[in-house]
């Protein structure tokens, strides 16, 4: 009987995404956010047409909608979210980026190419969403690109202090020994202008090994002397 009522819950849910009205559809989906991750799992490919919706607001809801999902559920649905990536709406690009940040690592390795594309992205808070997306991968496949990550760090000219947060929490997903390439560019950032980025520069540099920060000391000494 549950059940039942469920899948009713989940087909009202769907068929209120149609709306003309984006609160009726915005209603639908905090609707089907409500579900069990199985009774929403079937209607997965509608929620995730609502990621291109006029409505930012409705955008997010799919978007949440979509976390209650399982990683292997939405990785069927990856390659629609890839297209949407290269949207000519910043916005709906930037919450394709997020939604495809629940998906597997396996499936999302399978398309890292498109996201390392979008780092180059004009509009500096999709080009953060997909350092928070690249993020998700394995850190022995995100140490293989992590080259392109911390490029984003000394780029001030072009980034956002967001972007440079979001590329050191990235990097400091490494390995240590992946993370020691790229203390160079990890130090540079002790003389951020934003007190967040700095401090979590300082904080990434902590997960490398002893011997490895050892060798850093005199270096780190002038940094923070400055």
Same mark, same amino acid.
């Given at each position: ?35 069990? !991750? ?71 390795? =399978? ?32 140490? *293989? ?16 202090? *967001? ?17 020691? =390439? ?10 951020? =202008? ?15 090994? !002893?011997?490895?920060?050892? =060798? ?11």
């Amino acid at each position: 009987m549950l059940s039942s009522l469920s899948k009713d819950a989940a087909q009202a849910g769907v068929a209120r995404l149609e709306h003309s009205y984006c609160q009726v559809r915005l209603a639908g989906l905090k609707a089907l956010r409500k579900l069990l !991750p199985a009774t929403l799992a079937p209607h997965a490919h509608a929620i995730v047409a609502m990621l291109v919706d006029s409505d930012a607001g409705v955008r997010y809801a799919a978007l949440d909608a979509l976390e209650r999902l399982e990683a292997e559920t939405l990785a069927q649905h990856a390659g629609t979210m890839l297209a949407m990536i290269e949207h000519p709406d910043a916005e709906v690009r930037a919450v394709a980026l997020d939604a495809l940040a629940n998906v597997d690592p396996a499936t999302l390795a =399978q398309h890292v190419d498109a996201l390392l594309a979008r780092l180059e992205d004009s509009v500096s808070y999709v080009r953060t969403a997909a350092v928070g997306t690249l993020g998700r991968l394995e850190p022995p496949t995100l140490a *293989q690109h992590a080259h392109a990550v911390a490029a984003r760090l000394p780029r001030l000219e072009d980034s956002t202090w *967001q972007e440079r947060k979001a590329a050191l929490e990235t990097l400091a997903k490494l390995e240590p020994a992946a993370l020691a =390439q790229h203390t160079g560019a990890i130090i540079a950032r002790f003389e951020e =202008q934003y007190t967040v980025v700095r401090d979590l520069a300082r904080q990434t540099l902590c997960k490398l090994e !002893p011997a490895t920060f050892a =060798q850093l000391a005199d270096e780190l000494v002038t940094r923070l002397s400055h």
